[in-house]
């Protein structure tokens, strides 16, 4: 085949593998989109206190989930090499390292308050706050082991699983806030702390469904995966972590910068913070398609990889780029001139209508850098380059982004102190920097013919 046409059956290989990704996330999504809406109709306060509160179990969370993303390239690259044997164990590795996880998880969150004090939240806010990260912690298990086995079914092709019990568990969670937050059927009216409540349930019933798919499911008829329980192997689990504690520390930095700013900007009242999530749940949605996409290329490189056709696995992760732009070319201008429409949608309160209008024209122009650092580090990832490109985000976030934010938003060194402006122009400052110094990474990157973790 031509180049095109090689190019055009790889992007072909990459909407099979991304658009169930795509359906996958944004059901995740819309679960905090439903929380962010239900919680801004009950009160701004019960609205800043969910936003707080996912400000603090996310990163966390997040934390083990990259490391248990390790599971998708190792996985997917076994599975190219027809490897098949070493699937399992490597999955159930994954099991083992979710378990552990939850547990720090929980310990963190059951101690958070003393932080929530700290940054001086009002005490209503607070009390929402507590209540919701205590309803929250019992569903973190079911939401790390659903993560672990995701690497198992992605990483053997099968993106539809995630997909159905995504969708699965959002069905679950929209009923349960109105239940919940609103005080429906003989429920107490629970408000923000509600929201926490949902989701444990949510997160229970989807891996009650992902659980059933693996035992019964007609694709696993030969792979036999609880037939043998495999006990933890020391090698196995220190070659996932070697490969994904960089991940994990990735998508630490880069979401704890968006929440940490949420923390930052309390002292500028609830208005302000809950502007903030409307904008960062909205672009959030909108950073969804190109995730899906570099998560898609992610599995693609890893599977060829493993195949040993290197020319092409180097023609996805680069061609990707130019599909990046495609969607930034969409949602740039979605995000822009839709503003002001977006902002109503979560809330009538018109000072956090206005506040979230401003940051809303920001973030668009975030949007165009955002997508190309996304899909670059995600087409490192599937050569199992994790390392450099987290010390990229590293500098970047925490680097330039925080420093820059905090100047920008209370200070007139360089600018009229901006507020949550500030940290907005700030972000895209830094995510320009990753995104020119991690698509350097990925066309200079040599992939070798015995990637790592091959055996």
Known sequence: MSLIQQTLH?????????????????????????????????????????????????????????????????????????????????????IYIA??????????????????????????????????????????PALLLITALRGFTDGMGHTKVFMVVSLLGTLCNIPLNYIFIYGKFGMPELGGIGCGWATTGANMVALAAMLVYLHWGKANKNIHFFHTIHTPSVILIRRILKLGIPIGVTLFVEVSMFCAIAIFLMPLGAQTVAAHQIVLNATSMAFMVP??????????VSYLVGEQTLGRARLVARSSLLLALAIACINVPILFFGRELLANMYTQEPEVVAIATRLLKLAAIFQLVDVLQ???????????????????????????????????????????????????????????????LLIWRLFAFKPTSTPPLST
Not at 99 to 109: A, N, Q, Y
Request: glycine residues 10%.
């Open 10 to 94: 790889e992007w072909r290989a990459l909407l099979r593998l991304g658009a169930p990704i795509l359906v996958a996330q944004l059901a995740q999504m819309a679960n905090g989109f439903v929380d962010t809406l239900m919680a801004g109709n009950a009160s701004s306060f019960d609205l800043a206190a969910v936003g707080i509160g996912v400000s603090f179990w996310v990163p966390l969370s997040l934390f083990f989930m990259g490391v248990l993303g390790a599971l998708q390239p190792i996985i997917a690259e076994h599975n190219g090499a027809k490897r098949f044997d070493n699937i399992v164990p490597v999955a159930w590795q994954g």
């Open 99 to 140: 378990l552990i996880g939850s547990l720090g998880v929980m310990l963190l969150l059951w101690n958070v308050m003393p932080l929530v004090e700290l940054f001086k939240a009002d005490a209503k806010t607070a009390a929402i706050v507590e209540g919701y990260l205590q309803a929250f912690v019992w569903g973190v």
């Open 291 to 300: 995730l899906s996409l570099g998560m898609a290329v992610l599995l693609r």
């Open 374 to 436: 996304v899909v670059a580090v995600n087409g490192l990832r599937g050569y199992q380059d994790t390392a450099l490109p987290m010390w990229i985000i590293v500098l970047a976030f925490w680097g330039v982004c925080l420093p820059l934010g905090y100047v920008l938003a209370y200070t007139n060194i360089i600018i009229s102190a901006a507020g949550a402006q500030g940290y907005w122009i700030a972000l895209t400052v830094g995510l320009a920097i990753a995104a020119i």
